[in-house]
């Protein structure tokens, strides 16, 4: 059973940062790749930030130069550092991971940023 848990949320002002963590347990074969998505009130979840197994990022145009994601191998854990955060980035934000054998996709409970002065 895969379990991801995200954490580091909350409530920050306009221009200040934040950074999400999500923990990954029990046993996945293969990952391909770990990720952040955002889900704001009354909108389609998007993708916010991905890192693939060889190290390779993407970044959503509106986060670009703010976001950061990162991983810790040895503590299975992937990082996204938000900075210059923006009331616009206000959202829940997800964590998923790709992999196995059928690349199956894994989601976390989602962790609120509210960016608000």
């Known amino acids: 059973q895969v379990q991801l848990v995200e954490s580091g949320g909350g409530l920050v002002q306009p221009g200040g940062s934040l950074r999400l963590s999500c923990a990954l347990s029990?046993?996945?074969?293969?990952?391909?790749?770990t990720g952040w998505y955002r889900q704001a009130p009354g909108k389609e979840r998007e993708l916010v930030a991905v890192i693939t197994s060889i190290g390779i990022t993407n970044y959503a145009g509106s986060v670009k130069g703010r976001f950061t994601i990162s991983r810790d191998n040895a503590k299975n854990t992937v990082y996204l550092q938000m900075n210059s955060l923006k009331p616009e980035d206000t959202a829940v934000y997800y964590c998923?991971?790709?992999?196995?054998?059928?690349?199956?996709?894994?989601w976390g409970q989602g962790t609120q940023v509210t960016v608000s002065s």
């Open positions: 029990g046993s996945i074969f293969s990952i391909r790749s």
């Open positions: 998923t991971v790709v992999g196995g054998p059928n690349l199956s996709r894994f």
